[in-house]
């Protein structure tokens, strides 16, 4: 299985595609999308081309992306759901299923605290995927949004199995 995490923004969008086989967890590429200078409009039209740019590149068979928290400031966290539309429209229109988490979510996941800082995050990747490079924090991001996705996805394919020996 071929998982596209995406960690949404409006001026840097984070990416990162794993490659999952059973137990086995591969880097196949990172980095991050930056919007192009201008209006609202133009800045989103740059990451959807950006990212579908991706998608069409390395084939994902299903995408992950790290749903918005609200801050204080409604502008900021507006702009950053338009930006995170962007995210799951893009994998949508490849015909990809899309798995939402939440930061916690994803941090919990992947270092083992839900509140983990961007720094435990990072050597978290770097221990599951040795020897990668990392495009940047954002891409770090995504690529624990990956991870995340393909251990749920992992868990979710066990359970269904042992329902059915069950049954």
């Not at 939440?102 to 996941?109: L, S």
Request: hydrophobic share 45%.
């Amino acid at each position: 299985m071929r998982v596209l995490g995406v960690d949404p923004g409006l001026r840097n969008m984070g990416w990162g595609v794993i490659e999952a086989d059973g137990g086995r967890i591969t880097h196949v590429a990172n980095g991050v999308c930056h919007s192009a200078p201008g209006d609202l409009a133009t800045r989103l039209l740059s990451l959807h081309a950006q990212l579908s740019e991706i998608v069409a590149r390395h084939y994902p068979d299903t995408a992950a992306v790290e749903q918005t928290f609200v801050n204080k400031d409604a502008v900021a966290t507006l702009k950053l759901g338009q930006a995170r539309a962007i995210a799951l429209l893009v994998p949508a229109q490849a015909g990809l299923t899309i798995g939402e988490y939440a930061p916690n979510a994803v941090k919990k996941t992947v270092v083992g605290v839900g509140h983990a800082d961007k720094r435990q995050v990072d050597h978290m990747v770097r221990l599951q995927l040795p020897g990668v490079e990392i495009a940047g924090p954002d891409a770090a991001d995504a690529l624990a949004i990956a991870l995340c996705h393909a251990h749920h996805a992992r868990s979710a394919g066990r359970l269904a199995a042992a329902v059915r020996r069950a049954s």
